[in-house]
Antibody, heavy 117, light 112 residues
Framework: QVQLRQWGAGLLKPSETLSLTCSVY????????WSWVRQPPGKGLEWIGE???????NYSPSLKSRVAISVDTSRNQFSLKVTSVTAADTAVYYC???????????WGQGTLVTVSS | DVVMTQFPLSLSVTLGQPASISCRSG???????????LNWYHQRPGQSPRRLIY???NRDSGVPDRFGGSGSGTEFTLKISWVEAEDVGVYFC?????????FGQGTKLETK
């Protein structure tokens, strides 16, 4: 049974750095891309980026300048950092496993990150 | 980015009746490798999305066979043969052919 469990700070001030980590339990870590997706309150889902076990990362162009995704294969974990956050970054952030052949399948429980002064 | 447009945005369906959700993409989702990367997800309030359908019409393990996906190119449909109470929530389509991947706005399904 594959499970993704995520954690990180839920309340930030403008200009701070958002930092979240997702730990993967079960399944292979090296056969997938590991992704981050966010959902602003009451809105749809937005793809942030992804990384594989070798550290090859792909980012959405709209966030690329502020986003970094890293991977720790020794712990089966991957992390998201978003710098210089504003209120527009307020969202529920999800980590997800992406099967190369079929797309995102398993998702973490979500973390609400609120940016407020 | 490829715009994904879903309709309707909300749906109220009598239990036991069918439901249909459409998803239109701004570009063809046919990949150069011959696959079409269009998935459907269901999200209950306060929960994470759950994938129902991948590559247009393939049901995920554990998904009831009353859920079916179809379509090609830029037009796709999710059909529920008969709606049960557990089907309430929001349904999203997602394209994985063009980077960055993009989602539809979501269709909220309620039962009556």
């Amino acid at each position: 049974q594959v499970q993704l469990r995520q954690w990180g700070a839920g309340l930030l001030k403008p200009s701070e750095t958002l930092s979240l980590t997702c730990s993967v339990y079960g399944g292979s870590f090296s056969d997938y891309f590991w992704s981050w997706v966010r959902q602003p309150p009451g809105k749809g889902l937005e793809w942030i980026g992804e990384i594989n076990h070798s550290g090859i990362a792909n980012y959405s162009p709209s966030l690329k300048s502020r986003v970094a995704i890293s991977v720790d294969t020794s712990r089966n974990q991957f992390s998201l950092k978003v710098t210089s956050v504003t209120a527009a970054d307020t969202a529920v952030y999800y980590c997800a496993r992406k099967d190369v052949l079929t797309g995102p399948d398993y998702w973490g429980q979500g973390t609400l990150v609120t940016v407020s002064s | 980015d490829v715009v994904m447009t879903q309709f309707p945005l909300s749906l109220s369906v009598t239990l036991g009746q069918p439901a249909s959700i459409s998803c239109r993409s701004g570009q063809s989702l046919l990949h150069s490798n011959g696959n079409t990367y269009l998935n459907w997800y269901h999200q209950r309030p306060g929960q994470s999305p759950r994938r129902l359908i991948y590559k247009v019409s393939n049901r995920d393990s554990g998904v009831p066979d009353r859920f079916g996906g179809s379509g090609s190119g830029t037009e796709f449909t999710l059909k529920i043969s008969w709606v049960e109470a557990e089907d309430v929530g929001v349904y999203f389509c997602m394209q994985g052919t063009h980077w960055p991947y993009t989602f539809g706005q979501g269709t909220k399904l309620e039962t009556k």
